[in-house]
């Protein structure tokens, strides 16, 4: 038997296995190979930036003429973007009244922030977002309070990316859970259905949707009767999230255990309470990462309306910079746009991260 | 035969007949995996059911309250049968409670939001009652402190009870448990199943698939061996284990106690 009478001193760890240079030593040159390979990066890294960093700012034109941008020497054009914005935002919306689709922006960016915010979560968020759908319509239609009426047919920028992309995913989402709930079904019918949509929707382009739903659905309404292109597009985007949200939404289904579903018949719920209060809190929050996988996706594949003559965002980028003295500036413009569609893609991911951290932390053990 | 034991079984014998299982046959495919079961019992009885693994007593009890379909024979629970007409299956269901072997608890909803669940949604109770009720019940169980917590907190035993106490907030006539202690650490078996005997002690129905040999002798009005789909043999505990019958029974007995 041995009994420790004597304790040894606590002492710092060697200096070469702490702080930035143990940090290095562990992640970055850690062996001959790795070392190699973090020089040869360092070296692409430094490329990179010596090659973009004159162009994007020290030698960029902030604000001029395009005569400023053609200078000798000169870098990338910012300037467009101040010149074209507000038709690159806004697309073909009269001119005065642009103030009402940024005012809808600035709305929408509110409650997104505020809906963040775990701690206002409650029936007066949804009210919020119900109001703002209400606020949207008045402010971008007009035609009451004195304001004046702005045809549809004149949406465009990014006001239209933004109501196409959120009202398809807020319309598709309902969808896509009953089509998932049916394909699981134990009624042929309903699951035959389900399984033919699904795999219709999902086996074409989405181009040949949004071409299909602007050629073929003026034709299931009598003559005289006309659907609007924005209607069209908006109704091609929906069919199409919801069949890929339903497949989103299975996987989740069939992760959840069959005692979760056998504890709720043992207790006497019926199919949709059971549904609703057992398996689909349990499902979504597992399908929450390739659910916002889809959302994001959608946001971006609004873009191809341009295939049907809509002027979404990067449709209205495009068609500023077609005018003459600065048509040599399409980088920049499109840089810009890609910009913006990073901003929203990123709050997506970024939300979607927190929410799953979120709920997990609250159940897991 | 002790006179409480002559006694209890004048008083089960004058009871009511809670369920009725006649010739009932199930196949999972090709296998059949419950053959010409017969069996009755009256309000209050206790009944634990043994056998072999694959000899059919979870699919029995599953069958009671429609977890698994039986396709001949009839199944009569407190006077309705069990048939496909969904009505009768949910009049059923609320009248009995399941406890199984893996808690199967609802893992995103509190304790306490797990006991009340049902009441407010089947039984249509103001939340404020179920409530109350689900305290009363995990007071019962003794957990009412861990009501706020979510099930991954617990540990099996107390999620066991808890399971318990979640059947119990209906107000089930009749309880099964399907091997209730199997899947816990030997050190929590004992605190669910003093539950499952105080609550045998308050008279409730129930048929407990369990191998806790000991349960079966001190609580079981009647033990029920069960091999290939079969009942092979049925009697009050002391006769079943100190004087089997059959040689199956003889050989399963001997495998379970002699290890």
Same mark, same amino acid.
């Given at each position: ?55 994007? *700012? ?32 806004? &697309? ?15 709305? *929408? ?33 007009? &035609? ?197 569609? *990073? ?23 | ?25 199930k196949w999972y495919g090709e296998f059949h995996v419950l053959r010409d079961v017969n069996l009755a019992v009256s309000k209050g009885e206790r009944i634990v059911i043994c056998g072999p693994s694959g000899s059919g007593k979870s699919t029995l009890i599953r069958c009671i309250n429609r977890l698994e ?52 949604w089947v039984k249509k109770l103001p939340k404020k009652e179920a409530e109350a009720i689900a305290m009363k019940y995990l007071e019962r169980v003794r957990i009412p402190d861990q009501a706020l917590k979510y099930p991954g907190q617990l540990s099996g035993g107390q999620q066991q009870r808890v399971a ?96």
């Amino acid at each position: 038997m041995t009994v420790q009478t004597t304790s040894a001193p606590i002492e710092k760890p060697p200096v070469t296995e702490v702080g930035a240079i143990g940090w290095l030593r562990a992640n970055l040159f850690n062996s001959k190979s790795n070392s190699v390979l973090t020089i040869v990066c360092f070296a692409f890294i430094v490329y990179v930036i010596q090659a973009v960093v004159p162009w994007a *700012f020290l030698n960029a034109v902030w604000t001029g003429t395009p005569k400023d941008c053609q200078a000798p020497g000169a870098g990338a054009c910012w300037a467009v973007i101040g010149e074209k914005n507000r038709f690159t935002l806004f &697309g073909r919306y009269t001119y005065d009244e642009q103030w009402r689709p940024a005012l809808a922006i600035g709305l *929408f960016l509110l409650l997104v922030g505020a809906s963040c915010i775990r701690r206002l979560w409650g029936k007066a968020l949804i009210w919020a977002w119900v109001g703002q759908v209400f606020m949207w319509a008045i402010l971008m239609w007009g &035609g009451v309070l004195g304001l004046t009426f702005v045809n549809h047919e004149q949406w465009g920028g990014l006001p239209l990316t933004l109501m196409m992309s959120v009202v398809a995913i807020v319309v598709a989402y309902p969808i896509g859970i009953v089509l998932a709930l049916g394909r699981r079904s134990d009624m042929p019918a309903a699951r035959g259905l389900c399984v033919a949509y699904i795999e219709l929707i999902r086996g074409v382009p989405l181009i040949s949707v949004l071409f299909m739903a602007s050629v073929m659905i003026p034709l299931f309404f009598p003559e005289g009767v006309s659907v609007d292109k924005l209607l069209r597009a908006q109704i091609g985007f929906t069919l199409f999230l919801s069949a890929y949200l339903a497949e989103v939404v299975r996987a989740g289904l069939q992760a959840i255990p069959k005692g979760q579903y056998e504890a709720a018949d043992a207790l006497g719920l019926g199919y949709w309470a059971k549904m609703r209060l057992i398996v689909l809190p349990q499902a979504l929050r597992l399908v929450i990462p390739p659910m916002v996988n889809s959302f994001i996706s959608t946001f971006k594949d609004t873009s191809l309306v341009i295939i049907i003559g809509l002027v979404d965002l990067l449709n209205a980028g495009k068609i500023a910079v077609n005018d003459p003295p600065w048509r040599s500036f399409y980088v920049e413009m499109y840089i810009y746009i890609a910009l913006i569609y *990073f901003a929203f893609c990123f709050t997506m991911s970024k939300f979607s991260q927190r929410l799953e951290r979120d709920l997990s932390k609250a159940t897991s053990r | 035969m002790t006179p409480q034991r002559q006694a209890r079984r004048e008083q089960l014998a004058a009871a009511p007949i809670n369920i009725e299982v006649s010739h009932v046959h199930k196949w999972y495919g090709e296998f059949h995996v419950l053959r010409d079961v017969n069996l009755a019992v009256s309000k209050g009885e206790r009944i634990v059911i043994c056998g072999p693994s694959g000899s059919g007593k979870s699919t029995l009890i599953r069958c009671i309250n429609r977890l698994e379909e039986h396709q001949k024979g009839n199944i009569i629970v407190d006077g309705t049968e069990l048939t496909n007409d969904v009505k009768n299956i949910e009049v059923i269901r609320r009248e009995v409670g399941m406890v199984f072997q893996s808690f199967n608890l609802f893992p995103h909803l509190t304790v306490l939001e797990n006991c009340t669940l049902a009441p407010i949604w089947v039984k249509k109770l103001p939340k404020k009652e179920a409530e109350a009720i689900a305290m009363k019940y995990l007071e019962r169980v003794r957990i009412p402190d861990q009501a706020l917590k979510y099930p991954g907190q617990l540990s099996g035993g107390q999620q066991q009870r808890v399971a318990i106490a979640r059947s119990l907030c209906m107000s089930p006539k009749i309880m099964l448990f399907d091997e209730p202690t199997s899947a816990l650490d030997p050190e929590m078996v004992k605190e669910v199943l003093d539950v499952m005997i105080s609550l045998a002690e308050d008279g409730m129905t129930m048929l407990c698939v369990t191998h806790e040999m000991g349960f079966a002798k001190s609580v079981a009005d009647r033990v029920i061996f069960m091999d290939r789909g079969e009942i092979i043999e049925q009697n009050v505990p002391d006769e079943f284990f100190n004087n089997p019958q059959s040689e199956r029974t003889k050989l399963f007995l001997s495998q379970i106690l002699n290890h």
